[in-house]
T-cell receptor
Framework: EAGVTQFPSHSVIEKGQTVTLRCDPISGHDNLYWYRRVMGKEIKFLLHFVKESKQDESGMPNNRFLAERTGGTYSTLKVQPAELEDSGVYFC???????????FGQGTRLTVV | GEDVEQSLFLSVREGDSSVINCTYTDSSSTYLYWYKQEPGAGLQLLTYIFSNMDMKQDQRLTVLLNKKDKHLSLRIADTQTGDSAIYFCAESLGNLIFGKGTKLSVKP
């Protein structure tokens, strides 16, 4: 069974550009989460989808971040326009039930220069 | 508040036991987790424990949970150089609340 996959693994963009990260959860997992780790700090929650609906987006830092999960399968996280402080590793996770065992992807390392 | 605390660094010699400690704040957490991140890799679910358990053993790994003190520990027996990584403690409150991670260095 395939795990959580994320694409791309690395992205280097200039300040002001747009980047879209993608996450494919484990098949059958309705719950999908985005997290990020900025500059060696804690891994912080961004938002939680249940199927295609945003269950909790309290961790989204500002309106430059837009997450979607059309059709309740894969999810995208768009950063537009990117700022220097957005650099970090963005992780996606999925679980069968809310609060259930969460499995993480490899992460996307985003560098904004 | 939602704070998960863990020491930032641990250095041990190969063959010794490693003990990584963590304190959490919310007693309603259903699961408590240990994740491992090797250099350049993603977060690997290492082990977890239900909140109604005191101990869980899985090969070289032993997890101890003290709910009264909200203290979680991970013991790695016979630590190997391949165990060098960052270990994250996390509590589950719907989403996960992570500690800052403990960097384990194993010296040959």
């Amino acid at each position: 069974e395939a795990g959580v996959t994320q694409f791309p693994s690395h992205s280097v963009i200039e300040k002001g550009q747009t980047v879209t990260l993608r996450c494919d959860p484990i098949s059958g997992h309705d719950n999908l989460y985005w997290y990020r780790r900025v500059m060696g700090k804690e891994i912080k929650f961004l938002l939680h989808f249940v199927k295609e609906s945003k269950q909790d987006e309290s961790g989204m830092p500002n309106n430059r971040f837009l997450a979607e999960r059309t059709g309740g399968t894969y999810s995208t996280l768009k950063v537009q326009p990117a700022e220097l402080e957005d650099s970090g590793v963005y992780f996606c996770a999925s679980s069968q039930s809310p609060g259930g065992l969460a499995f993480f992807g490899q992460g996307t390392r985003l560098t904004v220069v | 508040g939602e704070d998960v605390e863990q020491s930032l660094f641990l250095s041990v010699r190969e063959g010794d036991s490693s003990v990584i400690n963590c304190t959490y704040t919310d007693s309603s957490s259903t699961y408590l987790y240990w994740y491992k991140q090797e250099p350049g890799a993603g977060l690997q679910l290492l082990t977890y424990i239900f909140s109604n358990m005191d101990m869980k053993q899985d090969q070289r790994l032993t997890v101890l949970l003290n709910k009264k003190d909200k203290h979680l520990s991970l013991r790695i027996a016979d630590t190997q150089t391949g165990d060098s990584a960052i270990y994250f403690c996390a509590e589950s409150l719907g989403n996960l609340i992570f500690g800052k991670g403990t960097k384990l260095s194993v010296k040959p």
